[in-house]
């Protein structure tokens, strides 16, 4: 009798031990889809459990509870997993907590809710986010001027800037496409939609858009922002009260002298920079390097992502994991950022030292968060109007598509005050 209630006491013990976490590993040797992982880490946040997450660990895995749904979720999703028992899944987070490891695990407690500014028209296969998000399967909504204006904003966690001309100057298509029937249906649309909104102009309706989303980062949103709606959301910002759209885009000149009325000190990552004044110049303004990148051929264009210390200062950390450093560059309207323009207050998360230039940032505002990423299609090298939309089955590790997928998890995060 004593025999057999110690085999069933061992046996009631290896069974409390066996499997207690699944671990996703996000190396470059084990992972087959790190951006279904991402959509994995999501769903289960979103059935109200956390998720811990390792940085710096094999490429910044996640460590989620067990349970066989979610096990049979990541095989549905393709998305690789190891089973670890406690003592395995302890040692590990042991390892991490190390003050001689450059590692921490981060506590990652709700999905938060996403929500992507763009025009109502606008395929999900015109911005790389949505691509991201919907091969990820990670739920969104659609959101444009008017809910902005009627401040929906306070309804989401996480805020997507769409390529968007924040000016007022339709993108600066004007050049190339202004005799093309999309472009003269937009621009038509955009003055309808302002003159609805009860404006005017379209460059006085984006401005108060954009003073809209200024206020929800302030008040402690996060705001995430790729090619043109990095630079023309704080160009808008610098320029509130100033006339900087020439007659063709607002029906009247622009302001004497507009370059001296700017005021930088509105703007989120931006200081210094000079607009083009050129109606059939693509750039908005000297912050882009588009113009300025003659000597990154295609074949060595990447950009290094900086390295932070996981323990003081994990937001950078979070933002930067990824299972290699270096990622491969892509260009778009906006395709990287001038280094002598970014306040010194904003992080360089990603550069390219070759031709002085930033492609990733990130900063605080008040009580919340941006982070501008130059380029439009981490996977498409020189995207063009018309082109077809990029696969993401063909790209399931994509380093740069993990860069935008970092922010999304970015909220969810029980952050400790960065130290430096």
Same mark, same amino acid.
């Given at each position: 009798?004593?025999?057999?209630?110690?085999?069933?006491?061992?046996?009631?013990?290896?069974?409390?031990?066996?499997?207690?976490?699944?671990?996703?590993?996000?190396?470059?040797?084990?992972?087959?889809?790190?951006?279904?992982?991402?959509?994995?880490?999501?769903?289960?946040?979103?059935?109200?459990?956390?998720?811990?997450?390792?940085?710096?660990?094999?490429?910044?895995?996640?460590?989620?509870? $067990?349970? #066989?749904?979610?096990? !049979?979720?990541?095989?549905?999703?393709? /998305? =690789?997993? +190891?089973? &670890?028992?406690?003592?395995?899944?302890?040692?590990?987070?042991?390892?991490?907590?190390?003050?001689?490891?450059?590692?921490?695990?981060?506590?990652?407690?709700?999905?938060?809710?996403?929500?992507?500014?763009?025009?109502?028209?606008?395929?999900?296969?015109?911005?790389?986010?949505?691509?991201?998000?919907?091969?990820?399967?990670?739920?969104?909504?659609?959101?444009?001027?008017?809910?902005?204006?009627?401040?929906?904003?306070?309804?989401?966690?996480?805020?997507?800037?769409?390529?968007?001309?924040?000016?007022?100057?339709?993108?600066?298509?004007?050049?190339?496409?202004?005799?093309?029937?999309?472009?003269?249906?937009?621009?038509? $649309?955009? #003055?309808?939609?302002? !003159?609805?909104?009860?404006?005017?102009? /379209? =460059?006085? +309706?984006? &401005?108060?858009?954009?003073?809209?989303?200024?206020?929800?980062?302030?008040?402690?949103?996060?705001?995430?922002?790729?090619?043109?709606?990095?630079?023309?959301?704080?160009?808008?910002?610098?320029?509130?009260?100033?006339?900087?759209?020439?007659?063709?885009?607002?029906?009247?000149?622009?302001?004497?002298?507009?370059?001296?009325?700017?005021?930088?000190?509105?703007?989120?990552?931006?200081?210094?920079?000079?607009?083009?004044?050129?109606?059939?110049?693509?750039?908005?303004?000297?912050?882009?390097?588009?113009?300025?990148?003659?000597?990154?051929?295609?074949?060595?264009?990447?950009?290094?992502?900086?390295?932070?210390?996981?323990?003081?200062?994990?937001?950078?950390?979070?933002?930067?994991?990824?299972?290699?450093?270096?990622?491969?560059?892509?260009?778009?309207?906006?395709?990287?950022?001038?280094?002598?323009?970014?306040?010194?207050?904003?992080?360089?998360?990603?550069?390219?030292?070759?031709?002085?230039?930033?492609?990733?940032?990130?900063?605080?505002?008040?009580?919340?968060?941006?982070?501008?990423?130059?380029?439009?299609?981490?996977?498409?090298?020189?995207?063009?109007?018309?082109?077809?939309?990029?696969?993401?089955?063909?790209?399931?590790?994509?380093?740069?598509?993990?860069?935008?997928?970092?922010?999304?998890?970015?909220?969810?995060?029980?952050?400790?005050?960065?130290?430096?």
């Amino acid at each position: 009798m004593n025999r057999i209630l110690f085999l069933f006491a061992v046996c009631l013990l290896s069974n409390f031990g066996h499997a207690s976490s699944i671990l996703i590993p996000m190396d470059a040797d084990t992972q087959k889809n790190h951006l279904k992982a991402y959509g994995i880490t999501y769903w289960v946040l979103s059935k109200q459990q956390k998720v811990q997450w390792l940085l710096n660990y094999r490429g910044g895995s996640f460590l989620l509870p $067990d349970g #066989e749904v979610i096990r !049979k979720e990541c095989q549905i999703r393709g /998305v =690789s997993f +190891e089973i &670890l028992s406690d003592n395995q899944a302890n040692s590990i987070l042991d390892e991490i907590s190390s003050p001689s490891k450059n590692q921490d695990a981060v506590i990652l407690e709700k999905a938060p809710k996403i929500a992507v500014y763009s025009p109502k028209g606008n395929q999900p296969w015109d911005d790389a986010v949505t691509m991201a998000l919907t091969y990820a399967e990670i739920p969104y909504v659609t959101i444009y001027d008017e809910e902005v204006l009627d401040d929906k904003l306070a309804l989401y966690d996480w805020l997507h800037l769409h390529h968007e001309d924040f000016t007022g100057q339709f993108g600066k298509f004007y050049g190339a496409y202004r005799a093309t029937p999309w472009y003269i249906e937009g621009k038509q $649309d955009a #003055e309808k939609l302002a !003159k609805k909104l009860g404006y005017d102009k /379209v =460059s006085e +309706e984006k &401005l108060a858009v954009s003073l809209k989303i200024r206020n929800y980062v302030i008040g402690g949103g996060f705001m995430f922002a790729m090619c043109s709606a990095t630079d023309s959301f704080d160009i808008a910002l610098a320029a509130e009260g100033v006339d900087i759209c020439e007659p063709m885009f607002d029906g009247d000149p622009s302001d004497p002298n507009y370059q001296a009325s700017l005021d930088f000190g509105k703007t989120f990552a931006f200081t210094d920079f000079t607009l083009e004044r050129s109606p059939v110049k693509y750039e908005f303004s000297s912050i882009d390097m588009t113009s300025k990148r003659g000597n990154v051929p295609k074949e060595s264009d990447y950009f290094s992502l900086m390295d932070f210390s996981a323990k003081w200062d994990a937001v950078p950390t979070m933002l930067c994991q990824n299972h290699t450093s270096l990622v491969k560059g892509f260009m778009g309207q906006t395709t990287a950022f001038k280094r002598s323009e970014i306040k010194p207050t904003v992080l360089i998360l990603g550069e390219n030292k070759l031709n002085g230039e930033a492609r990733y940032i990130h900063g605080v505002k008040g009580k919340g968060f941006f982070t501008f990423y130059g380029g439009h299609d981490p996977e498409d090298y020189q995207h063009r109007v018309g082109d077809p939309k990029t696969e993401l089955e063909l790209h399931p590790t994509s380093p740069g598509y993990r860069l935008i997928l970092n922010n999304v998890l970015f909220p969810a995060a029980r952050k400790n005050k960065q130290k430096t």
